[in-house]
């Protein structure tokens, strides 16, 4: 009957749609809605962070989103990152403390700046940036204070470095100092030099 043919096709698209948004339709990549929506998002946020990335690596490295490995696969969130100081493609898991530390620096601040641009007036005036100082070697130490540095000039940002690195003591002019007590709790002391 013509009402169970329209009741058929109704059902296939509708089982379609439903492989489609699960990743599980046949001769397609395997990749949920939820997953597609989270890489579409994570690209453009690596974009920005590649922005950052590029200044404080002096052009030597940028983030790209690992492609899915072949059709059975629920990735794509995975990132690896181009050299091009030596023209190699290879996961981030490869990089130093340092380079690591700078690589996760930039995707927090291209996130603040895709949060920013696309949440309709969210502003983020303050950042915390909380330890991996202690990582980085000289160059890098002066390329992410230069970044960072960037980020407060004209009044654009507040960023507070949480660290125990007594060289970034010289390098920041406006401290809150905590020291621990003997008798327990701490006290703070501020510093506006």
């Not at 920005?48 to 790209?64: D, F, K």
């Not at 403390?97 to 502003?123: H, K, P, T, V």
Request: with cysteine; glycine share 10%.
């Amino acid at each position: 009957s013509a009402a169970l043919t329209t009741a058929e096709e109704h059902l296939k698209t509708i089982q379609a749609l439903s492989k489609t948004a699960n990743g599980t339709l046949e001769g397609k990549e395997k990749i949920m809605l939820e997953t597609y929506v989270q890489m579409t998002l994570f690209d453009r946020i690596i974009r920005r962070a590649n922005v950052r990335l590029r200044i404080m690596s002096c052009g030597q490295y940028e983030l790209i989103r690992r492609a899915a490995s072949g059709m059975k696969s629920q990735s794509g969130l995975d990132l690896d990152v181009i050299d091009y100081y030596n023209g190699t493609s290879r996961s981030v898991n490869t990089l130093s403390g340092g380079e690591s530390f700078l690589a996760s620096l930039s995707l927090a601040l291209g996130l603040s700046d895709e949060i920013q641009d696309s949440a309709g007036g969210i502003q983020l005036d303050t950042m915390f940036v909380d330890e991996g100082f202690g990582s980085l070697d000289e160059e890098a130490l002066q390329q992410a204070m230069r970044a960072l540095q960037s980020l407060t000039d004209g009044g654009q940002r507040l960023v507070g470095i949480i660290s125990h690195v007594s060289d970034l003591k010289n390098r920041i002019s406006k401290q809150i100092i905590v020291t621990k007590d003997k008798a327990g709790g701490s006290s703070t002391r501020l510093v506006t030099e």
